[in-house]
């Protein structure tokens, strides 16, 4: 259902269709999103010209106590109909803006974004920026996890796992997944075909325009489903209208849905590979007649993504789960090259359908969904235009089997850094990139690092593994 974008149009149709409720959204530096309800007899227009008041002390990496008052301002071209509240309610996502000085707020990820692409027309290089992430994730059956004092553990089990083939289920029907035979089973094996299709069908009844799904490598559970490609705003947008449909649809069915890169071990693991070109008056412009149907300023950005990929990372793959993926032999690309075809280079330029312009776009496969997409995206945007401006040489192609390259082959590449806090000291030696234009403020990268360094330590000096106890309790 298609609502009407603007405001004064949006209330007006919200009062006619008998809405209850307007539930407010925004997501804080992290992704996570946030909401708070209000009756519909108290969203005026000023909720969406002057913004509504909230604590932002009590968001992660916001502010301080002492001043925390800060406005959600409702964007109503982001507004649906929420298909899962029993009482017809209207959700809205927002904008952060600081009361005292009127400004977008610095910190928030949306702001961040629009921002992004605010400087990216100031340039003059272009007017629009398209995405298209393709988000795995896994659906379990059961999930438990726990950290204490004196102990931590966790565990995951999926009805379709190849560890229950031999499961007594009273009886078992066998069709489980075979370890990384996941990818394209028809049903009895794959058994998530009527949830992922209820999802689909759901995102298109709030606006969010689909592409396809299907079972994922992994034999637990791993899922993809493909959105549209949609310009910068919209489609960060669509991606956290996408985890709300997906882990609630699984909920009423009795399942949990992670984003999570890698909870199982020895298994393909869930990334975010994001599609991307820039247009201007109406043409794509990483169209051209060089490698692989691409135009100089294409691989230009390319190389600005490879030039800046370590602290684009701490926004692409924020997590210490991230870096269980980025392992070799498992898909997922650990080398920052680029290739037409080839899945085991960071950056793929897919085929284009026909011969069709429109379709020339290159592909980022090493992002995962744990990233906050506003972040994300801006990140990817800022380091590809860094490369724009700058006509970064992206170097030589990687038209070869990256897994089986020899010694001298892979010296020669830039790789991955192999976990966070790697990535962290690249985003805290070479962040100039990002800050052009203010579109991340120093401010925000700062506390970023410091929000991130504080899970680090956590994982990596403070809290026991329970690997550990195996490797070492009989010391």
Not at 231 to 248: C, H, P, R, S, W
């Amino acid at each position: 259902m298609s609502l009407p974008t603007d405001h004064k149009e949006l209330l007006k149709w919200a009062k006619a269709e008998k809405v209850e409720f307007v539930d407010v959204r925004f997501t804080d530096m992290l992704g996570l999103t946030h909401h708070f309800t209000s009756p519909l007899s108290v969203i005026d227009e000023e909720a969406f010209t002057y913004g509504i008041g909230i604590d932002g002390s009590s968001v992660r990496g916001w502010k301080s106590i002492n001043e925390s008052d800060m406005l959600a301002r409702l964007d109503a071209s982001s507004a649906f109909l929420d298909p899962f509240f029993e009482h017809k309610t209207l959700n809205v996502l927002c904008d952060i803006y600081d009361p005292r000085s009127g400004e977008a707020y610095g910190r928030d990820p949306r702001t961040i974004l629009k921002r992004s692409l605010e400087y990216m027309k100031s340039t003059g290089i272009a007017d629009q920026a398209f995405f298209g992430p393709e988000a795995e994730f896994f659906i379990f059956s059961d999930v438990r996890f726990d950290s204490t004092m004196q102990g931590g553990y966790y565990h995951v089990d999926a009805l379709d796992a190849a560890w229950n083939m031999g499961k007594d289920e009273g009886p078992n029907l066998g069709h489980k997944m075979r370890l990384k035979g996941g990818y394209f089973p028809t049903p009895p094996n794959d058994i998530y075909q009527d949830l992922r299709s209820e999802v689909l069908a759901i995102l298109e009844s709030i606006g969010v325009e689909t592409e396809k799904h299907h079972h994922e490598v992994a034999s637990a559970g791993q899922g993809e489903i493909n959105l549209m490609v949609a310009e910068g705003i919209k489609m960060a947008d669509n991606m956290i209208k996408y985890k709300y449909v997906l882990k609630n649809v699984a909920r009423r069915h009795g399942f949990t849905v992670t984003f999570m890169p890698k909870p199982v071990w020895n298994d393909n693991g869930t990334g975010m590979h994001t599609h991307q070109s820039i247009w201007k008056g109406g043409k794509n412009l990483f169209a051209g007649d060089k490698y692989a149907g691409l135009s100089d300023m294409a691989l230009n950005y390319i190389g600005g993504i490879i030039e800046n990929g370590p602290s684009v990372l701490a926004f692409t793959n924020p997590t210490t789960n991230s870096y269980k993926r980025l392992v070799p032999g498992f898909e997922a690309p650990v080398t920052l090259v680029y290739s037409a075809r080839n899945r085991s280079a960071s950056i793929r330029i897919p085929i284009a359908v026909g011969s069709s312009e429109k379709a020339r776009r290159i592909e980022f496969r090493t992002p995962d969904a744990s990233s906050c997409p506003y972040l994300a995206f801006a990140a990817m945007l800022m380091a590809g235009l860094d490369g724009v401006q700058k006509k970064t040489d992206p170097g030589e192609p990687a038209d070869f089997d990256l897994y089986e390259a020899s010694e001298e082959q892979l010296s020669k590449l830039k790789k991955v850094p192999e976990s966070l806090d790697r990535v962290l000291e690249a985003l805290g030696g070479s962040s100039e990139f990002l800050q052009v234009g203010n579109v991340f403020e120093k401010d925000f990268i700062d506390s970023y690092i410091e929000y991130k360094e504080g899970e680090v330590k956590e994982i990596r000096n403070q809290r026991p593994h329970p690997y550990e106890f195996v490797l070492y309790y009989d010391c």
